[in-house]
């Protein structure tokens, strides 16, 4: 009867309702509400599901009117980027005919100065040559220079780059002419080492490079090893007999002590550095 007591029935469609299952069958649901609830009860469903489908209603409003006015702003912004991209034209157009006058610019910077650029080119390989033939023609005035400073390296490099030219177009009269006055500088400089290298007062390391620039010039192994064993023995003579000067009033152990301390501080370093030395210039060509 419609005043017996029954148990309600889902009729607001709570979580978990079957409203929500994928496999929802609306006629099926409402036959078995219709059936099983009573007057009351059916009333209060039916209002509930329409409080939910007001509810969906709103929030379907909702989110159609947020979209929309998505919609609107969007289409706004683009027909301003629209509008600014046309106002660009102009000026992209003027950037463009500036490019392009720049181009045309280059083009004719680059026909203007490419004859100039060969004509650049082939005088400093003219100022190149000129040098060379400068360095070639002042040899024997570099030499002299070298002679006159003892510096008798350098005078050797400068003769060892400019002679392999010479001798090959010695038969140039003018090419003989330097080759001559140079060969004669550097028999000037060899005497010059000679005389260098057999003195007592050059040093052993000075006699050394002495050597060697001798050696380089073609001098033979065995006679530079001469000379130089023959100013070091020089050196060496006047150096001991310096620490056998005489010590005035000291008596014999004191003046005996300062022969010793003499030899010691002057003699055996430069002894030292004659044997090293003869062992360098003998590692630098085979002078034994």
């Known amino acids: 009867s419609q005043g017996a007591m029954r148990p309600p029935a889902a009729a607001a469609t709570p979580a978990g309702s079957p409203m929500d ?8 649901h409402f036959d078995g509400v219709v059936s099983s609830s009573s007057v009351a009860d ?9 409080a939910e489908v007001r509810d969906l209603d709103g929030d379907m ?9 998505k919609f609107i702003r969007a289409t ?9 991209v046309r106002g660009l034209d102009p000026d992209l157009a003027r950037l463009e005919q500036s490019f392009a006058n720049i181009f045309e610019m280059q083009r004719k910077v680059e026909e203007a100065i490419s004859g100039r650029a060969r004509e650049v ?13 400068q360095a ?3 040899l024997p005035a570099t030499l002299q220079r070298c ?3 003892e510096a008798y390296g350098k005078a050797c490099e400068a003769y060892a780059n400019c002679t392999p030219f010479l001798r090959q177009y010695r038969h140039v009269d003018t090419f003989r002419s330097v080759l001559e006055a140079a060969e004669l500088q550097m028999g000037r400089i060899k005497t010059a080492l000679e005389w260098r290298l057999r003195s007592p007062e050059l040093c052993s390391k000075d006699a050394v490079n002495s050597s060697a620039t001798l050696l380089d010039l073609g001098e033979q192994p065995c006679k530079v090893a001469r000379d130089f064993l023959s100013g070091r023995d020089a050196a060496l003579r006047s150096r001991l007999a310096a620490c056998f000067a005489d010590d005035g009033d ?3 152990g004191e003046a005996f002590g300062a022969v010793c301390d003499r030899v010691v501080a002057e003699y055996l370093p430069e002894l030292l550095d004659a044997v090293e030395g003869f062992e360098r210039l003998r590692q630098l060509r085979d002078v034994s």
């Open 147 to 149: 002679l006159d400073r």
């Open 121 to 133: 080119e082939l005088l400093l390989k003219r100022q190149r040559r000129c040098e060379k033939l």
């Open 136 to 138: 070639l023609f002042g």
């Open 42 to 50: 059916l009333f209060r469903a039916a209002n509930a599901v329409d």
């Open 61 to 69: 409003q909702m989110v159609c009117y947020e979209n929309y006015s």
């Open 21 to 28: 299952s994928g496999s929802f069958d609306a006629q099926a």
């Open 250 to 252: 000291l008596g014999a």
């Open 76 to 84: 706004e912004v683009t027909g301003l980027v629209k509008s600014s």
